[in-house]
């Protein structure tokens, strides 16, 4: 089986890149897509294992970016050929800037009375510290009764501990990664806010290359709407389950929810050679 669309716990998975690949012999992946947030240490520490294991892996990467003011997620594949350095310096670049914020986020909450330091945060979030682990330490403190309450009386965009990030559009993302050589495709773009179809031409007008049609969140009929729109739009297609290990236990890789993925398995094939056609 193939999966292009899967997490360590160097973002938010539960799994550390190694059972990753414990996971993927288990589940019958033989092509292997690690798609951590904002960061390609899963990739890295997983190749030895990748290759002790005949695990295939593909190197890949999910950016956070803003699109018309709202959250949406961007996959870049094959990010690891030679001359990539300034790619993975912009990605450093950008774990800097999410460190400085959460020093500001700290301060922040420490002011509105709540005892908390970095420390503990970062020791949830590692290289990938985010608003979830600020959410976690909250609860565990007893401050907050849920996540859920974490984020909607302190930690949301419209909350009173909210403090500023600066995060990439994508525009930037899509051009980085085309730059870079590699394919820069929509995660999961169910969950994409606003009229995709009439999205589609602003989106491969900057340079948009790919669909991530197959995921465990579409339905059959919500994958055969991105597969008609790559096909209209000349784009590539990938596919993955989005795998997080136990924090979303009910995907699993290869197969997502309840076996509702079937991800085509010379998808990687078509990706190299379609990927060598359009860029230009
Ligand atoms: P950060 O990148 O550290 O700003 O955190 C962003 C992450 O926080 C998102 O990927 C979501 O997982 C989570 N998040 C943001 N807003 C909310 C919210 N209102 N409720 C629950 N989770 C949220
Ligand atoms: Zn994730
Ligand atoms: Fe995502
Ligand atoms: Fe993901």
Request: charged fraction near 25%.
């Amino acid at each position: 089986m193939i999966d292009l669309h899967s997490h360590t716990y160097e973002s938010d998975g539960s799994c550390s890149p190694s059972e990753l690949i414990e996971e993927a012999v288990r589940a019958q992946v033989d092509i292997l897509g690690i798609t951590d947030h904002d960061t390609f240490t899963g990739y890295d520490q997983a190749l030895p294992a990748g290759r002790h294991a005949g695990v295939e892996l593909v190197c890949g990467i999910e950016l956070s970016t803003k699109l018309h003011g709202r959250a949406v997620h961007l996959l870049g594949y094959f990010l690891n050929q030679d001359g990539l350095s300034p790619f993975r310096d912009w990605v450093l670049e950008l774990q800097a800037s999410r460190r400085e914020r959460n020093v500001r986020l700290v301060a922040r909450l420490r002011e509105l009375g709540f005892d908390i330091n970095l420390e503990e945060v970062e020791a949830r979030g590692r290289g990938m510290t985010g608003r979830p682990h600020f959410a976690q330490v909250m609860v565990a403190k007893g401050y907050v009764r849920d996540l859920r309450q974490a984020f909607d009386d302190y930690l949301d965009e419209s909350a009173i501990a909210y403090v500023y990030r600066q995060e990439p559009q994508f525009n930037e993302g899509v051009e980085r990664i085309r730059n870079a050589g590699g394919i820069a495709s929509l995660a999961h773009p169910v969950r994409v806010n606003g009229d995709l179809p009439t999205l589609m031409p602003e989106l491969c007008g900057w340079g948009l290359n790919a669909l991530e049609a197959y995921h465990s969140d579409h339905s059959p009929a919500d994958t055969q709407l991105y597969l008609e729109l790559a096909r209209k739009y000349g784009l590539l297609v990938t596919g993955g389950s989005d795998f997080h290990g136990a924090v979303k236990p009910g995907v699993k890789l290869g197969s997502g929810c309840d076996g509702n993925l079937q991800i085509p398995h010379d998808l990687l094939e078509r990706l190299k050679s379609g990927g060598a056609n359009a860029s230009g």
